[in-house]
């Protein structure tokens, strides 16, 4: 099958397996440039551990510190006509990688919401790792049925309280367009927490602890974005920040347990960065776009497996006690969130028209981030050759 990109809106509807396989191998690269994380984790369970983060975290588990990981995550497996979801193929490439340098990987594909799927970890960890010292949760889906009752929710994205009135950028038409979104209801906001909340992070830790195959002093980590002014109507102050409000305080909950045991639950604060999720967001792709110019122009670009990579070495595991704030979150958006930095964003946003896009943002530098994450674009692979699409996992 020889696979083009199909793009929809913000989503592609292909994915290249030889180019996931190989955006896989330059993060592994990059990790391994840096050196061992010596004090780094050993037996690591990611829980949404397919794309963005959460592959970012195996990665570097894998090939920082050594660790043998568990994954587990929910894609599409291919099919005689179509291929696989993109984080299908990541998943099967980490794999490949990590066995092929001695370690320990295995991956569970399913509802991570599911108690069934939380049932099969565990024996999994039981059986082949006995316990893990971290655990990273970065699961990102737009619904959820509950475990314990059924109920189906639909996470929005949508500002609380008034109307939304401002710009964003079509991605696919390459077009900055006014935007109008209507503030959510009630029911919007408990759907939008019950989704991206923290709950169902506490209930993996729950049913984890009470099987005992938490290490001492086992850590905990999941991801949160914070943003500017020029974000935080639609972000922070929008259904998506009372999801992560609820997520942050069930860290805290967490860390309460972990702690007694020697370890601790934190939740880290990340750079604004192309990811599918992202993609999603209204505003989010031009003030990306923006940002991406501004920050390769100084020097302080970074990408996921970098983010992940700096958070490992020198925030989680460089010798001393965790660094977080007042409300214990570890930041790694602080070169973003430099005054030197929004400043000038907030100038280019004042600034930015369909006009001049090319001029005042780095749209290609987006657009060639949101290819990679499907396999598309990375040099060296043949995009006119006939491949194997049905690529599955060993045994």
């Known amino acids: 099958m020889i696979i083009k990109p199909k793009i929809r809106g913000f989503f592609c509807l292909t994915s290249h397996p030889v180019g996931c396989a190989a955006n896989v191998d330059q993060q592994i690269d990059y990790v391994k440039r840096q050196g061992s994380i010596a004090e780094g984790p050993k037996k690591v369970l990611v829980i949404g551990a397919s794309t963005g983060y959460g592959l970012a975290s195996r990665i570097t588990a894998a090939f920082g510190s050594q660790a043998d990981t568990l994954g587990v995550f929910f894609e599409k497996p291919p099919t005689d006509r179509k291929p696989a979801t993109a984080g299908w193929y990541n998943s099967v490439a980490i794999e490949r990688a990590a066995r ?10 399913g509802d991570a919401f599911s108690d069934e799927i939380k049932h099969q970890t565990i024996e999994r960890v039981e059986k082949d790792l006995g316990s893990v010292d971290l655990v990273v949760y970065s699961v990102a889906a737009p619904r959820r049925v509950h475990p314990k009752t059924g109920a189906i929710a639909y996470s929005t994205l949508k500002p609380i309280g008034k109307t939304y009135e401002g710009l964003t950028l079509v991605t696919d038409k390459k077009m900055v367009s006014p935007i109008t979104i209507e503030p959510a209801s009630e029911d919007d906001i408990a759907a939008t927490v019950s989704v991206m909340g923290g709950e169902d992070w506490q209930l993996w830790m729950d049913a984890l602890e009470e099987a005992g195959v938490l ?24 259904t998506i920040g009372k999801a992560k409000e609820d ?45 991406y110019k501004i920050m390769k122009e100084k020097g302080l670009h970074e990408g996921c497996i970098e983010q992940m990579q700096r958070l490992f070495a020198t925030r989680l595991y460089n010798g001393d006690d965790v660094a977080v704030d007042d409300n214990g979150l570890i930041h790694l958006d602080d070169w973003e969130m430099r005054d030197e930095v929004q400043d000038r964003v907030s100038e280019l946003w004042d600034a930015v028209s369909t006009e001049n896009l090319d001029e005042v943002s780095d749209f290609e530098g987006y657009r060639s981030d949101f290819l990679k994450l499907f396999g598309f674009g990375l040099q060296g692979v043949d995009y006119e050759a006939d491949v194997d699409h049905e690529v599955g996992f060993e045994d």
């Open 247 to 291: 997520l942050e305080a069930r860290a805290r909950t967490i860390h309460e347990r972990l702690a007694a045991r020697g370890g601790g639950a934190y939740i880290g604060v990340m750079k604004a960065l192309v990811t599918q999720s992202s993609s999603a967001i209204p505003v989010v792709p031009l003030y990306i776009s923006l940002l």
């Open 215 to 238: 290490a001492p002093g086992c850590r905990a980590i999941s991801f949160t974005y914070v943003g500017s002014k020029t974000t935080w109507p639609i972000y922070r102050a929008g």
């Open 100 to 109: 092929a340098a001695g370690r320990y990987a295995r991956s569970i594909n």
